[in-house]
């Protein structure tokens, strides 16, 4: 059995258990944009924080034959900068707002 199936009946199981117990889920709105990019949205307006997280369809699997490491290259990049900014400065302006930034690439998303 592989791990992702693994996880998601895990996952399933909790949920399922959870709902059962009364755990009830936050609504989230799906918003998407003409690009096809899909956004889904929480708002907890009681708490003075703003989260995001960005999820590229791609990974490993899609790395083009005989380029393997491709999508891990191209994630590492991101943390480089960008146009006029150099890593330094982008993780400067990222800290001075109380932010972080991390990627990574795996096998598939």
Same mark, same amino acid.
């Given at each position: 059995?592989?791990? *992702?199936?693994?996880?998601? !009946?895990?996952?399933?199981?909790?949920?399922?258990?959870? !709902?059962?117990?009364?755990? /009830? !889920?936050?609504?989230? /709105?799906?918003?998407? *944009?003409?690009?096809?990019?899909?956004?889904? *949205?929480?708002?907890?307006?009681?708490?003075?924080?703003?989260?995001?997280?960005?999820?590229?369809?791609?990974?490993?699997?899609?790395?083009?034959?005989?380029?393997?490491?491709?999508?891990?290259?191209?994630?590492?990049? *991101?943390?480089?900068?960008?146009?006029?900014?150099?890593?330094?400065?982008?993780?400067?302006?990222?800290?001075?707002?109380?932010?972080?930034?991390?990627?990574?690439?795996? !096998?598939?998303?």
């Amino acid at each position: 059995m592989s791990r *992702l199936f693994a996880a998601c !009946l895990m996952f399933f199981a909790v949920a399922e258990a959870g !709902l059962a117990q009364g755990v /009830t !889920l936050p609504d989230v /709105t799906r918003v998407v *944009l003409d690009n096809g990019t899909v956004l889904l *949205l929480h708002e907890k307006r009681d708490v003075p924080l703003v989260g995001a997280q960005v999820v590229i369809r791609g990974g490993a699997t899609t790395d083009p034959e005989g380029r393997s490491g491709l999508s891990s290259l191209f994630a590492g990049m *991101l943390e480089r900068g960008a146009g006029e900014r150099s890593a330094a400065d982008f993780a400067e302006a990222i800290d001075a707002v109380g932010g972080s930034l991390s990627t990574s690439a795996g !096998l598939s998303r």
